[in-house]
């Protein structure tokens, strides 16, 4: 093959060459064999403690830890306006800290208190003006304050003002504080009334640790090389115990015998709203019912099917003599004071949450709280 090549070495190389490559064939293979062994003693490691997680977590779902409530009878219709504002009743249903739709409940609550004036701004569509009748409410939240002394004049605020405020980075900064704060409070009034079952709350984080545990070793048990059978055998056990665990901290809801009783009411009086195109308003109630229920529509994110009910249940000069102060800011313009502040609100805190790579709006809140941790969470 070579026959031009004239370094030629006279000499019988190929039992040596044979042995050289055997040697290299020997070690390959003891490389391979050391490998497979380690490979095979951290699987058997994972697998033990995937094992030992998932046969500890069964013992503790053995046990029943926690208060057991009894399965909620079905939704009806409710016309009780509940006994708490539309804030709290936001943070006891959706298990939250209070989001920007309450916070305009809020505001609306206070103008029928005529602690404050909300009046539409004719020359600009869908902007309002918020006025300050009462200055003690100053005292109580740093959001109000934000608002009227620096989105403002100390008088009132203009709706097209906030949207504009919060462009700014440290404005937007000073927003959110002042609303998790906002929220941290809600969240306590929400606590005060002794709705929230500690030992359930409890009962529930450990069974989530537990699950997280269960998943992060099934996420590296997915970096190895395992046959069908195991991985297979592995994916169904996790989701048996995702299933189980589901029901698990379903029957034992961070609420206590009290708090149980509130949130299906509350269930019923939401069911109420959203089919509230279905029945007659006025065989219900007076328009004075209906007053009292558009702040938790709007808290409730259900004020545009509310006030469409109205406008077909009853006519102009009703509507107009019933509700007073919320028929010019609620009923009578294109877009109703609750959508055009959560709108103005949301963009505001949006543009800080964006600028700062945050994620966003304020629908969560803070965690913990009422849940059991930190922070201005609910529930």
């Not at 497979?36 to 053995?62: D, E, H, M, P, S």
């Not at 943070?91 to 029928?112: M, V, W």
């Not at 404050?116 to 869908?126: G, L, Q, S």
């Not at 070793?217 to 190895?224: I, N, R, Y």
Request: aromatic share 12%.
């Amino acid at each position: 093959m070579t026959s031009q090549n004239t370094n030629v070495v006279d000499q019988n190389a190929k039992t040596r060459i044979q042995k050289q490559e055997a040697q290299l064939a020997q070690a390959a293979n003891k490389k391979r064999a050391a490998t497979k062994r380690q490979t095979a003693l951290v699987r058997n490691i994972v697998l033990l403690v995937y094992a030992c997680l998932f046969v500890g977590w069964l013992v503790w779902l053995a046990r029943r830890r926690g208060n057991l409530r009894a399965k909620l009878a079905p939704i009806v219709h409710s016309y009780a306006v509940p006994l708490f504002s539309a804030e709290v009743a936001q943070t006891i249903l959706k298990k939250k800290a209070p989001d920007s739709a309450a916070f305009s409940a809020y505001l609306l609550e206070l103008a029928a208190a005529k602690k404050i004036a909300i009046k539409p701004i004719k020359t600009k569509k869908e902007d309002y003006a918020v006025e300050l009748l009462d200055k003690t409410l100053l005292d109580r939240y740093d959001l109000l304050q934000l608002l009227f002394n620096d989105v403002g004049d100390g008088q009132q605020f203009l709706l097209s003002k906030l949207k504009k405020f919060g462009k700014g980075q440290l404005a937007g900064q000073k927003l959110q504080a002042a609303f998790s704060a906002w929220q941290t409070k809600v969240s306590s009034q929400a606590e005060e009334f002794g709705f929230k079952d500690l030992e359930n709350i409890k009962v529930r984080n450990y069974m989530w640790a537990w699950m997280i545990g269960l998943s992060l070793v099934a996420v590296l048990a997915g970096f190895l090389t395992w046959g069908t059978w195991a991985i297979g055998g592995i994916l169904l056990s996790l989701a048996a115990a995702y299933v189980l665990s589901f029901f698990y901290v379903k029957r034992r809801p961070p609420y206590s015998q009290t708090g149980w009783r509130a949130y299906y009411q509350l269930l019923c009086f939401q069911k109420m709203l959203k089919d509230i195109g279905r029945f007659n308003l006025k065989e219900v109630g007076e328009l004075i019912l209906w007053e009292q229920i558009l702040p938790y529509a709007v808290a409730f994110g259900l004020a545009d099917k509310v006030i469409a009910a109205l406008k077909t249940n009853f006519n102009t000069a009703e509507l107009e003599t019933g509700f007073g102060i919320y028929y010019p800011i609620i009923i009578a313009g294109n877009t109703n004071f609750g959508s055009a502040f959560n709108t103005n609100f949301t963009s505001a805190v949006g543009n800080y949450s964006s600028a700062t790579g945050g994620t966003g709006g304020f629908s969560g809140g803070s965690s913990g709280g009422f849940g059991g941790g930190s922070g201005g969470g609910a529930f």
